[in-house]
């Protein structure tokens, strides 16, 4: 078999593996959400630290379904925003009255700050909510989106868009083990640099979900 065409198989079988993973997934209920980028397991040891009514927001998690492999679509936030400025990031926000859930926020946020047109995006499920200490529980949305994109960034909200290869993210090797000051405690968080950009926080904690899904983990189901 040919080099491209067990590339081909490898993205069929992870594309298939991301769909049964996710398949039937609901968001979480607010007071399972986990510590942005803290293992759930972790999570009830800090709970007294957390916003005691965060507000709902949805992150897209955009998965670029390119013959030569998935690839993650992130963000740079623009750096004079109010919240989060310059970090790198999934487009999303807050959710709106009007949205009717996380989905609708998730894609609307979307369009609003990269252009990406609904149509071109499938939806597959929701890894756990994530509660960031700025005030928000944060639902990610996964999504499988389809290649040759012509996006238009809101140069008020996001400064670049990039694109991470999933291989790249799921390769334990790529998550760099850090400690975190969480109230009077050090936590174990990752990070995952990437060329000259570092993802961390709560992005990096997203991702750390989707890996620790796709390898099985327990904790990570959402039925």
């Known amino acids: 078999m040919s080099g491209g065409m067990l590339q081909a198989q490898a993205n069929a079988q992870l594309r298939a593996e991301l769909r049964r993973r996710l398949a039937g997934s609901v968001p979480t209920a607010?007071?399972?959400?986990?510590?942005?980028?803290?293992?759930?397991?972790?999570?009830?040891?800090?709970?007294?630290?957390?916003?005691?009514?965060?507000?709902?927001?949805?992150?897209?998690?955009?998965l670029i379904d390119h013959p030569s492999g998935l690839t993650v679509l992130l963000t740079e936030r623009a750096p004079d925003l109010r919240h989060h400025a310059g970090q790198i990031a999934f487009p999303?926000?807050?959710?709106?009255?009007?949205?009717?859930?996380?989905?609708?926020?998730?894609?609307?946020?979307?369009?609003?700050e990269i252009g990406l047109a609904r149509d071109q995006v499938e939806v597959l499920g929701f890894l756990r909510d994530h509660i960031v200490l700025t005030g928000f529980r944060v639902t990610p949305v996964v999504a499988l989106v389809r290649p040759g994109l012509v996006l238009r960034t809101d140069p008020n909200e996001v400064a670049a868009v990039f694109e991470v290869p999933l291989r790249f993210v799921l390769d334990p090797l790529n998550h760099q083990l850090r400690q975190r000051a969480l109230g009077d405690s050090l936590v174990d968080v990752y990070d995952m640099p990437y060329g000259d950009r570092n993802i961390w926080g709560a992005t990096a904690g997203m991702l750390m979900s989707l890996y620790r899904l796709l390898n099985g983990d327990p904790s990570e189901v959402r039925e």
């Open 30 to 62: 607010p007071g399972a959400a986990t510590l942005a980028g803290v293992p759930p397991e972790l999570t009830e040891r800090y709970r007294h630290l957390l916003p005691a009514q965060p507000r709902p927001a949805a992150v897209l998690v955009p």
């Open 92 to 112: 999303g926000g807050r959710i709106e009255p009007h949205d009717g859930g996380p989905v609708a926020a998730a894609l609307r946020e979307s369009e609003e």
